[in-house]
């Protein structure tokens, strides 16, 4: 196993190693940026598990996934097996476990799953349609136009968790409502007794107030039947789990207190990001515990997410709360040099409602002010560049220019082995609509540059010649002109003689497209206009008989698009994830209503366009070897050598208008008050730009845009006189056009070059399971297509997905009840969840679903008595998650339905699988079930390594026909699954991709045309 003592191990500082000596009660840590606080934290777990705590008792709760994946694999690296004991969770995924631990505590149905983003929105949109809102909406025909802005209120009114009663009384108490409405009323009163008629701007206001109470009333009528189609769907969000959690610890002590005391000791990460329902959970946790040890990790000077939910007033409220809490500051920081620490030290000083600043809590001593410690850094210190321009178009090109300087420079950073790592380059901004500009110069230099943020389908070529395509195939008479686009382009692309004559004919028939191609003869190249025809009506014809996923699926495929894109190497990636884009907002759709069409697929994009809705690739988690683009609120948690802040405007800072809703039930502040908030939040936000940067730092700004004049923000106007390297452009009418040259001139891009850094880091990112493995064994160019790129274009069986889901769900409620209660449910109970559970989830028909109300009960009647007759005292575990087993620095994940402890202490380990059994013979190497061998193999020594418990035998269920086949593996079986492991691993990572060596696996493959075109 790797581990990381194979480098120079580090010791903690002093402050750090305080934070770990101390196990017991109430411990905050505050950790300014760059201070090491996950490697206090791993520390401090690392020395309670030696110090005997059980790693069982431990919980750590953290703000993100990537957090808590990143936190999860360094204690393992740092601690071994142990270490996996640990339970590392998010908020959501903590109160997810909760609910599948205790379901007798929560009325949930079977088969209940978290609701995707596109759900979302065709939820909205099918509530907006019956509550039909007249004043957020007001008669007009974009109705749809705020759906994805409803769906943030709606949840947020969910997270309030009030009654209706407890929300309209909000408008008699807020300040901006009734009070004021009745204050006018009674001043125009008073005005009018006076003979004073100028009153238009008093009644004005008091219609905005009226609108705004209406809008409030509306917004309660949309949450409550939005709600209710989620539970009529089977769907829940992320707030529903921490709600459903929180009801469940107020309605009953004893079942808080049983949660709370799995645990001896809780660690919070990001503790200045949670929420108010995630700081509920905590409190709860901490106050039904028997021994209340809590530890938490935070900085009051990072607090940037407001907008979703965070208090900026957190740790003030756990001091309150806990007032003996131990208060320790690190000091000590390893990122940055002192040049940049003491600038944004003396920002961020600027703002007074900083904890440092508080009176109240003056006892902490507490003390922010860092020192930089790292060696190597230090020795880079240099001044921080301001620079002044005259025009905005000027700051553009310098910056462009000075990275394409850079990268071509001895200065360029470097990975250890000597090649360029442009990712430790970053542009920061506010908004992304200006790194689009950047991005888009940054190409135009031949400079890989990575925006993480997904980009509308609609602005992407490959989904718009698919969604194009779709409204011609629904109705080609009213879609001629989408057809004016298609046929020159990839991969129709017609002659053009052929096209000219279709053209004219058009304008003097007025007949559409596909009628004139069918009519017209003397083509130049009939080939193309035959296929086009052929192809056509084949998929009409297909899409009248399949689902709409399948549908949309063989239009990508059938008509070649698919392999278009992936042989076309500009913006290939791009265009990729169009695809994957398009095909998972079909299957969403399908999965929330399976008889849902493609002409409501098309209708459905077609609102979205028309409503400016966006529908986005999905950002990416990796980090390319690329200058990075980012957000402020996107760079945290990052760090980089060079970090460029453009645009440090009053208008684009202090000056810019928050045009969000403001709820009824917000707290409403004083101007002042309000001022000094608003000024707090962005000095926060400012600082943790500055703070990105490792030693070179560059803050610029324009005299004016667009012509008209800017000045620097008021935050940066303090330090006119501080040691800057300073700089100043200025600008005249003359130096326009040069600019503008400078703005649009463009090398040719290396489209290719980028495409193969993007798959290597994404390969990186590889996590094996048992189904991956064997999907990569199987065919690794589909699992290339399949799992890296992350194209999913194979038919898919919902119907039979529901229902393996759901008999799942029986089983293992059913063990757990039965470990609660000491007695499994009966047949009846269970005959009776599981017909809640199949009229709950949305089948493709109605005799679909009555074929598995069949197969379900002949699981009861053949399975369940002999399922139900096994001790319970002999289950030792079902749905057991393998998470993170380190195999040689790679890790694997899984997860095992159900564990059986023998009398000898050995285990069985099974999978449940519904379908025809097969013989044992066929699970072995070589047989046709090689894969189900595989899958045994991984299970036993994945648990082994990481529980160090022996299996004795390993086993498939087939659940239907009450069939049991098992397996007593042996070493060399182990041997060989971990062999098999680290091949596969090894092979991803140097890009092996050939296709199956067995031609009849080919046949039906939806990935054939492209792997013809060996690409790869």
């Not at 039947?225 to 969000?237: C, F, H, P, R, T």
């Not at 904890?355 to 002010?369: A, D, V």
């Not at 000219?500 to 003869?521: A, G, P, S, W, Y």
Request: aromatic share 10%; hydrophobic share 35%.
């Amino acid at each position: 196993m790797q581990t990381e003592t194979a480098k120079p191990k580090i010791k903690p500082n002093e402050r750090q190693q305080q934070a770990i000596d101390i196990q017991n009660g109430q411990v905050m840590l505050l950790a300014g940026p760059g201070t090491g606080k996950t490697f206090t934290v791993i520390n401090r777990i690392e020395q309670m598990i030696e110090n005997g705590v059980d790693a069982s008792t431990i919980l750590c709760l953290t703000f993100s996934d990537a957090a808590a994946n990143e936190m999860r694999q360094r204690l393992i690296k740092k601690i071994g097996v142990k270490a996996s004991s640990v339970d590392v969770y998010t908020y959501h995924s903590f109160c997810n476990d909760v609910i599948k631990q205790y379901p007798e505590q929560f009325s949930l149905s079977l088969g209940v799953r978290l609701i995707t983003e596109t759900e979302k929105l065709a939820l909205m949109k099918a509530t907006i349609d019956e509550v039909n809102p007249q004043i957020f909406v007001p008669n007009r025909a974009d109705k749809y136009f705020y759906a994805k802005s409803f769906v943030g209120y709606v949840e947020h009114l969910k997270s309030l968790r009030i009654s209706k009663e407890e929300y309209l009384s909000n408008i008699d108490t807020n300040p901006t409502l009734m009070p004021m409405y009745n204050a006018i009323e009674a001043e125009i009163y008073e005005r009018e007794q006076n003979g004073k008629t100028q009153n238009k701007g008093r009644y004005a206001k008091l219609e905005t107030i009226k609108k705004n109470i209406g809008k409030a009333k509306e917004l309660w009528d949309l949450k409550e039947v939005y709600a209710q189609k989620m539970v009529e769907k089977n769907l829940i969000d992320f707030a529903d789990m921490i709600c459903f959690v929180l009801n469940a610890f107020e309605e009953d002590e004893n079942f808080k207190e049983e949660v709370s005391n799995k645990y001896r000791y809780f660690l919070v990460d990001e503790y200045q990001d949670t929420n108010e329902l995630q700081n509920k959970i905590i409190f709860n946790l901490v106050d039904a515990n028997n021994e209340k040890n809590i530890f938490v990790v935070g900085d009051d000077d990072q607090i940037i997410y407001g907008f979703q939910g965070a208090k900026s007033d957190n740790i003030e409220n756990f001091l309150t709360k806990y007032p003996e809490t131990k208060v320790i500051c690190l000091e000590e920081n390893n990122r940055s040099t002192q040049e940049i620490l003491d600038f944004s030290y003396k920002l961020v000083s600027q703002d007074p409602l900083r904890l440092e600043n508080n009176e109240t809590f003056k006892k902490y001593n507490i003390s922010k002010k860092l020192v930089a410690k790292n060696a190597k850094i230090i020795a880079k210190e240099r001044k921080i560049r301001r620079i002044e321009f005259g025009d905005s178009l000027q700051e553009f090109n310098y910056i462009v220019e000075d990275i394409e300087k850079l990268v071509n420079s001895e200065d360029c950073p470097k990975n250890e082995d000597g090649t360029k790592n442009l990712s430790q380059i970053a542009i920061l901004c506010r908004k992304n609509d200006v790194l689009h500009s950047y991005s888009e110069m940054l190409k135009g230099k031949n400079i890989p540059c990575q925006l993480n943020e997904g980009k509308s389908i609609f602005n992407i070529r490959s989904t718009i010649l698919i969604y194009y395509y779709m409204c011609v195939l629904c109705n080609h008479t009213n879609a001629t002109e989408k057809l004016y686009s298609l046929l020159l382009a990839e991969p129709f692309k017609i002659n053009l003689e052929d096209y000219n004559e279709l053209m004219k004919q058009h304008n003097i028939t007025k007949l559409d497209f596909v009628n004139l191609m069918r009519q017209l003869k003397n083509w130049k190249e009939p080939q193309k206009i035959e296929k086009f025809l052929n192809t056509y009506k084949e998929l009409q014809e297909f899409a009248q008989a399949d689902d709409l996923r399948n549908t949309v699926i063989e239009i990508i495929n059938r008509t070649g698009i698919l392999t278009a894109f992936y042989a076309n190497k500009k913006n290939r990636t791009e265009n990729l994830m169009g695809i994957k884009k398009i095909i998972d907002e079909a299957t969403q759709l399908s999965k929330i209503e399976p008889t849902t069409s493609l002409q409501d697929f098309v209708d459905y994009l077609k609102q979205s366009l028309d409503n400016e809705i966006p529908i986005c690739i999905d950002k990416s988690s990796i980090v390319q070897n690329a200058v990075q683009l980012t957000t402020y609120h996107g760079s945290k948690g990052r760090e980089f050598e060079y970090v460029y802040l453009p645009r440090l405007t009053a208008k684009v800072w202090e000056k810019q208008t928050d045009n969000g809703y403001k709820y009824i039930t917000d707290e409403v502040l004083e101007d002042e008050e309000a001022s000094m908030k608003k000024d707090s939040d962005l000095l926060k936000l400012l600082f943790v730009g500055i703070t990105r940067a490792k030693y070179a730092l560059t803050l610029s700004f324009a005299d004016a845009e667009e012509e008209k004049p800017q000045q620097i923000t008021k935050y940066l106007a303090e330090f006119a006189d501080y040691p800057f390297e300073s700089e100043q452009i200025p600008y005249n009418a003359e130096d326009f056009t040069h600019e503008f040259f400078r703005a649009i001139s463009r090398d040719v891009f290396d489209n290719q070059k980028a495409f193969e850094a993007e798959i290597r880091e994404r390969v990186k990112q590889i996590v094996l399971s048992p189904s991956r493995l064997n999907d990569y064994l199987a065919c690794p160019r589909k699992f290339f297509y399949l799992k890296v790129l992350g194209i999913d274009v194979e038919e898919s069986n919902w119907d039979s997905a529901n229902f393996g889901t759901i008999i799942h769900g029986l089983l293992e409620n059913a063990v757990r009840r039965a470990k609660k209660t000491g007695v499994y449910p009966t047949s009846d109970e269970i005959r009776e969840e599981l017909t809640k559970g199949l009229e709950e989830s949305a089948f493709s028909s109605d005799a679909i679903k009555e074929k598995f109300v069949k197969l379900g009960n002949n699981v009861i009647e053949k399975y369940y008595p002999k399922f139900s007759e096994i001790p319970v005292s002999r289950v030792d575990e079902v749905e057991f998650s393998l998470r993170d087993i380190d195999v040689d620095g790679d890790f694997i994940t899984g997860k095992i339905d159900r564990i059986e402890k023998n009398s000898d202490g050995t285990y069985q380990l099974y999978d449940y699988k519904t379908g025809s059994a097969v013989s044992e013979n066929q699970i072995a190497i070589g047989g046709t079930k090689e894969n189900y061998f595989n899958q045994l193999c991984f299970y036993k020594y994945a648990f082994e390594k990481l529980t160090d418990k022996k299996v004795a035998q390993t086993g498939i269920i087939y659940v239907e026909e009450n069939v049991t086949r098992e397996k007593t593996l042996t070493t060399e079986d182990m041997t060989y699954i971990e062999n098999k492991i680290k091949e596969v691993y090894e092979n991803i990572k140097n890009l092996k991709f050939n296709p199956s060596c067995d031609p009849s696996s080919c046949k039906f493959c939806q990935y054939q045309q492209m792997c013809k075109l060996d690409l790869i």
